[in-house]
């Protein structure tokens, strides 16, 4: 499962507490048990966006109703974000190469 998470952050937040809230998300999200890996990329005009992979539907659950996770979004909502979109996404095939 892939989560894919778009946002602007809005120009007048605390940076501090964001990144603290970040940083607690990502202690937590790496402890749960399907969790594969969580990449962060910013485009030029600002916007992130959060790659997440996850091992199953069930592990990505685990994340979505995580009770702080949730908290830490409404949170996001009134404070940190200009807007975000999350687009979860069935993996139909993958592929891997790698120079020795």
Aim: with cysteine; charged share 30%.
């Amino acid at each position: 499962m892939v989560t894919l998470f778009f946002s602007q952050l809005r120009k007048d937040i605390d940076m501090d507490a964001y990144d603290a809230d970040r940083m607690r998300m990502m202690d937590q999200i790496t402890q749960l048990s399907g969790f594969i890996s969580s990449k962060v990329f910013t485009a030029e005009d600002g916007e992130r966006l959060n790659v997440v992979l996850f091992e199953s539907d069930e592990a990505q659950d685990q994340w979505r109703f995580n009770p702080d996770h949730n908290q830490t979004q409404q949170k996001g909502r009134e404070e940190y974000y200009q807007y975000y979109r999350s687009i979860v996404c069935e993996s139909v095939r993958e592929s891997n190469w790698e120079k020795e």
